[in-house]
């Protein structure tokens, strides 16, 4: 019963992993960010992390625990989202910004409670 609860919750914060990838790739032209106008060329850390989450939510969500290093590398790579966002001389828009962080964050944390329910199982 144990292992069926561990594998729901990481297939479920896979999901939520894909699904922010999914968010990242498409606010820019979905809310008009000055980026999407200029070919993305401001987004492309952004858009390339995301891409790499996506495919990690995928191995979490159909494989949640056949592969336990997936955890800490999405906990990681959310990191260098906020890190990406947070970074100084961008010239970007507030609305990138906090995209970029919310999306993070909910990697972050889903990655997270995810890793910490399966370290106490």
Known sequence: M?????R????RAGVAAFLAGVWLIA???VLH????????RPYW???GLAVV?????MVRAMAPLDVPFVQP???ALALWLIIVALRAGDGGLWAVWLNQLIAA????????????????R
Not at 34 to 40: E, I, L, M, Q
Not at 105 to 120: C, F, Q, T
Request: hydrophobic fraction near 60%; charge should be negative.
């Open 73 to 75: 590398l999405s906990i």
């Open 27 to 29: 606010a820019p032209p």
């Open 45 to 47: 850390w952004s858009m």
């Open 2 to 6: 144990g292992d069926l609860h561990g």
């Open 33 to 40: 960010f000055s980026a999407a106008t200029h070919a993305f």
């Open 105 to 120: 964050a909910v990697i972050a944390l889903s990655a997270g409670l995810a890793l910490l329910i399966s370290m106490r």
């Open 53 to 57: 989450l996506m495919l990690l939510g």
């Open 8 to 11: 729901t919750v990481e297939s």
